[in-house]
């Protein structure tokens, strides 16, 4: 199937690779894509369809021994599932794949209950492929493993052929790839057949499937179980019953045959909803017709019950052949490498005899990664490739501090980014992940008041919360919000987006040769500093952005800008309409409107003057309680993306009454910045005394200091005994129910 149109250099390389793959329907009554795609990549490659056609009469000429019509060779063949997740329900139990490993080896092994449900005509017809597969017990490393690995990628939400992650050599192992959503409307997987991943194809070669059509527990369920069967199906060179037959375009109405003698001629039926004999007698013969099989698992009807003998030799006589490195799978020096070789079936995580006992790898995640202080925050262990036996979590300033269960309910009293470490042991050893900058906590104080400019021009390096800004990047890749001089608007300081990667001199098959192609649908977010809006009414915000795009029509710009508020420290955003030259143009900005120094030609982009900015609007209202309002910048790549620059967020607004009351105490901060020495601050005390709380750039208090002279002019020294070291300082000055907060800096 042409899951993707290849870009740039690798489109030569492998147009010719996906033509004989195979989509299978997600809904029951769908229908499968790959009969379009063949049939325009052999109209444009005539020399593709001799090949498919030499490799089909080949492959079903061939007739190993038999045993009263069964192949008396068995097969065993190394299997390994890549999760790909973003831990959502997409990344599924350890459990849910043994169940469907189990699953397919009762259907390739014609040991299936169902298969006493066959009917009349097809119960001779119930063929053993003799063929078992068993989950890889080491990995192409040779570290034990237990053929499972966990992989976090937006990819998860992509579903093409790019987002098969790390694939393990495909002469040794049978890779299926688990993800979210599959790339293909419609579709619940997709396989390549073997001689369309030989030479420059071999990085395909595997099955993606869904999550939720991967077993019977789980997000997996009853009735959709062997579409990994089919899939398998058409991995060992089977095609659909129907053949080619258009089942997207045309539905069930055009008879095919796929070649095997004993599968009759066939419409492809997409549900069992037809009435034996008679609704499934649809192709005439010169025996005024047959009885279609749409128990067979190459069907689309969901009525799975069997392959038949004739296909078992087709897939037998795969592994026999040197397409697709099939026949290198099953050797026993493969399985000594893979060290499934005498492992027993069916697999069980719990008796060794099956799966063996290998050291656990430490993950885990949060509910959220932005807090307020005394917010309760649940960590989740999700540890893999082994039983976790036992655990120890730690947190930074963290109530509690330690844990030991599999879930930890967690409340920070301090503010900044907070250490969270795992670490998580059997009896053959333990693994640690530590993370230092994972999930922020504010205070409850802002580091601004509204109104406001963040001009860039005071801030520095990027990722730690450098001038309270926030960066992430969920996947710590290479795309990241930096701080970058020179190339802001006016041309000072900015915030960029670094997209851009030069890769052209990179392997084409490696990580680095395909970041072009696995940009799409990732996530970068920049977050400004908390500002108090209490007293400020009528809040408009305004940005300057300048982007550059790779795309070559404005139908491939789907690269987007979202702008979202938060008044509770990042646990709910809200989406905000942006306004471009005065005019709406919704909560994304994207297309054209993103666009305003047209094309990068996959170059480092960076704005060259104020021509190629533009200037971006949003409004939102705001209450009395709205003391550390936070704005953030979300950018979702596409394919085609380039670098993104932010400058100059002004907040506007009307300062209310009550703010008006700390104006008019005439507050001046000095010297500021300062060398460390004591900070002197002047002002028109009324009739309350003075606090002043000064914290430094995590929120830690350094001194908290009342001045009780009430309607005069004061100056009042703050920390005047702490030799302050170099760095940003939040001084907040209150008064009676008013409070302000200054910005200090000690050089």
């Not at 966990?150 to 495909?170: C, F, M, P």
């Not at 128990?295 to 697709?324: K, V, W």
């Not at 007293?535 to 550059?548: E, G, I, L, P, Q």
């Not at 420290?569 to 919704?586: F, K, M």
Request: aromatic share 10%; net charge negative.
């Amino acid at each position: 199937m042409l899951l993707k149109l290849m870009k740039r250099k690798l489109l030569s390389l492998t147009v010719g690779l996906f033509g004989l793959s195979s989509v299978f329907a997600q809904n029951l009554d769908g229908a499968c894509g790959a009969y379009t795609a063949q049939e325009q990549l052999f109209n444009d490659y005539p020399e593709l369809r001799e090949q498919y056609d030499a490799y089909r009469l080949l492959q079903n000429s061939v007739v190993p021994t038999t045993v009263n019509g069964k192949s008396s060779v068995s097969y065993e063949i190394p299997v390994v599932f890549h999760i790909i997740h973003e831990y959502g329900s997409e990344l599924i139990s350890d459990a849910q794949v043994y169940d469907a490993m189990e699953v397919i080896n009762r259907e390739f092994n014609a040991a299936d209950a169902d298969s006493v449900d066959l009917v009349p005509e097809f119960q001779n017809l119930n063929g053993n492929s003799r063929i078992t597969f068993k989950l890889a017990a080491k990995d192409p490393m040779g570290n034990c493993t237990n053929g499972i690995e966990h992989i976090y990628s937006h990819e998860t939400r992509v579903g093409d052929a790019y987002s098969k992650l790390n694939q393990w050599n495909r002469a040794r192992y049978l890779n299926v790839w688990v993800v979210d959503i599959v790339g293909v409307p419609g579709a619940a997987a997709y396989a390549t057949f073997p001689a369309s991943t030989d030479g420059s194809g071999f990085w395909v070669d595997g099955i993606l499937s869904a999550h939720n059509y991967v077993g019977t527990i789980g997000t997996g369920s009853p009735g959709v179980e062997s579409v990994i069967t089919h899939e398998i199906g058409h991995w060992l060179g089977l095609a659909h019953t129907f053949g080619n037959s258009d089942l997207i375009n045309n539905g069930p109405t055009i008879c095919n045959d796929d070649g095997i003698a004993d599968t009759p001629p066939t419409k492809g039926h997409q549900n069992c909803n037809y009435i034996y004999p008679t609704e499934w007698i649809d192709c005439d013969t010169t025996n005024g017709g047959v009885v279609e099989d749409l128990q067979n698992y190459m069907d689309y009807s969901y009525c799975y019950r069997h392959f038949t003998p004739g296909q078992c030799t087709a897939m037998n006589n795969t592994l026999e052949g040197i397409a697709g490195q099939r026949n290198n799978l099953w050797l026993d020096s493969t399985l000594e490498l893979t060290g499934v070789k005498d492992l027993l079936t069916p697999q069980d995580p719990s008796d060794q005899l099956t799966v063996p006992l290998c050291t656990p790898v430490a993950d885990f995640f949060a509910s959220r990664t932005t807090a307020c202080a005394g917010t309760p925050v649940t960590f989740t262990d999700v540890s893999w490739n082994a039983v976790v036996e036992s655990r120890e979590w730690t947190f930074e300033d963290g109530n509690p501090a330690t844990a030991s269960s599999s879930v930890a309910n967690v409340t920070f009293s301090g503010s900044g980014w907070k250490k969270v470490t795992l670490t998580v042991t059997n009896a053959t050893g333990s693994d640690t992940r530590e993370e230092t900058d994972y999930i922020y906590i504010s205070g409850d104080w802002a580091e601004a008041n509204g109104p406001t400019l963040f001009d860039m021009e005071s801030a520095s390096a990027a990722g730690t919360g450098t001038n309270y800004f926030l960066v992430q990047n969920p996947e710590d890749n290479y795309g990241s919000f930096g701080v970058v001089d020179n190339n802001g608007y006016d041309g000072g300081k900015a915030w960029k987006l670094q997209t851009f990667f030069d890769n052209s001199q990179s392997d084409p098959f490696t990580d680095e040769g395909f970041y072009n192609n696995r940009l799409g649908l990732s996530m970068d977010h920049l977050i400004t500093p908390a500002v108090d809006l209490r007293y400020t009414s009528n809040v408009s915000v305004t940005f300057k952005y300048a982007y550059a795009t790779n795309a070559t029509s404005t139908g491939d710009i789907t690269e987007n800008l979202r702008v979202y508020t938060s008044s509770n420290c990042g646990e709910n955003w809200t989406p905000r309409v942006i306004n471009v030259g005065g005019s709406p143009v919704g909560s994304t900005l994207t297309g054209n409107d993103l666009v305003t120094a047209g094309y990068a030609g996959y170059t480092d982009f960076a704005p060259s003057n104020n021509s190629q900015w533009n200037e971006a609007s949003f409004t939102f209202n705001t209450t009395s309680t709205d003391n550390k309002t936070r704005i953030r910048f979300s950018f979702e790549a596409s394919d085609f993306s380039s670098n993104l620059f932010i400058d100059d967020i002004q907040i506007s607004g009307t300062l209310n009454t009550e703010d008006l009351f700390m104006k008019d105490m005439e507050i001046n901060v000095y010297p500021n910045p300062n060398q460390g020495q004591a900070i002197s601050v002047s002002y028109y005390a009324a009739d309350f005394p003075v606090t002043f709380t000064l914290r430094d750039s995590q929120g830690k208090v350094i001194s908290v200091e009342q001045n009780n002279t009430t309607n005069s002019s004061v100056i009042h020294k703050v920390a005047e005994s702490t030799n302050l070291s170099a760095g940003c300082y939040l001084l907040e000055i209150q008064s009676g129910e008013h409070s302000v907060i200054k910005k200090v800096v000690v050089l």
